[in-house]
């Protein structure tokens, strides 16, 4: 049972009385993250910039010579851009997910990965919103979509909402923070948690409807895939952290156990079952009786 006494909440599991010890696990790896800094990590912040470099002499060379270049025309106005943005997206619902579950209803967590599906979600709704802003081709117009905003789109709707998300997000991240020094008690933290779930949740769902609302496209137009988009959010964003979490392990940057890695993949098994029913059923629905979507298929 955990202690609450002290009013603070600590990492995933709430366990106060561990506290002293993970301190020390943190210590252990932060030594072993400094042996291996150095070259290792240079290398790892030369590559990020050498891609950063590229993607903006791409993004210059696509504002001088405009939209045409990405060979996106009025029958696929849709192309790279939206694809990634929707898979940034995915990304950072599930991170968030996973993160504020356990402390939103108070169970075990999954060893003190908390912060690190949080950070990786802020990162990658930074990287979606980053596609929206280059799908516009005139960044210099952004202002009119709020300006001359339509609250009636869908795609409105999912720009309030992942601003609102990114917002929650940091906000979410520096209660954690503060948490572990003792000066956020379990209230605040658990009552954030719950609202950073259910943002989670409905910015996912929100991306879902853009596509779900067009009756125009057969195989888009069903209820359920604002569920399948969030449960597909579950999938890769729980991926996501356990890939970056291992990661951090494997150069020292954080003390993770086995089972708690154990624990978090079979989690992701039961969250690709899902996924796949919800396919399976959507699948069927327009498959069935022979109709005009098993052609589309």
Request: charged residues 10%; aromatic residues 10%; hydrophobic residues 55%.
């Amino acid at each position: 049972m955990a202690d609450f006494s002290s009013g603070a909440v600590l990492d995933d599991d709430l366990d106060l009385s561990a506290a002293q010890g993970r301190k020390k696990a943190r210590a252990a790896a932060g030594a072993k993250a400094v042996s291996w800094g150095g070259r290792g990590l240079n290398v790892a912040i030369g590559v990020s910039a050498v891609v950063v470099v590229a993607g903006l002499v791409l993004w210059a060379m696509q504002l001088s010579g405009g939209m045409v270049q990405t060979g996106m025309r009025n029958l696929n106005s849709w192309g790279l851009y939206i694809t990634s943005f929707m898979f940034f997206v995915g990304l950072s619902a599930g991170g968030l997910i996973i993160s504020s579950v356990p402390k939103a209803f108070g169970v075990a967590g999954f060893g003190g990965i908390s912060k690190v599906a949080v950070m990786s979600s802020i990162a990658c709704t930074v990287a979606a919103i980053g596609m929206v802003v280059v799908d516009l081709g005139q960044p210099a117009r952004l202002w009119e979509l709020f300006a001359y905003s339509n609250l009636g789109s869908p795609l409105m709707w999912d720009i309030l909402v992942l601003g609102t998300y990114l917002i929650l997000s940091c906000v979410y991240l520096w209660a954690q923070v503060r948490a572990e020094a003792g000066k956020v008690s379990r209230t605040v933290l658990r009552v954030i948690s719950v609202v950073a779930l259910v943002c989670a949740v409905l910015v996912h769902s929100v991306t879902a409807w853009i596509f779900g609302l067009q009756a125009g496209r057969e195989m888009w137009h069903t209820a359920l895939l604002a569920p399948w988009f969030v449960s597909s959010a579950l999938v890769c964003g729980t991926a996501l952290v356990i890939c970056v979490a291992v990661a951090l392990r494997g150069v020292g940057y954080l003390k993770w156990e086995q089972a708690n890695l154990v624990k978090l993949a079979k989690l992701l098994g039961a969250f690709v079952m899902v996924d796949l029913y919800f396919f399976g059923c959507d699948l069927l629905t327009e498959g069935f009786p022979g109709g005009s979507g098993l052609e589309v298929v």
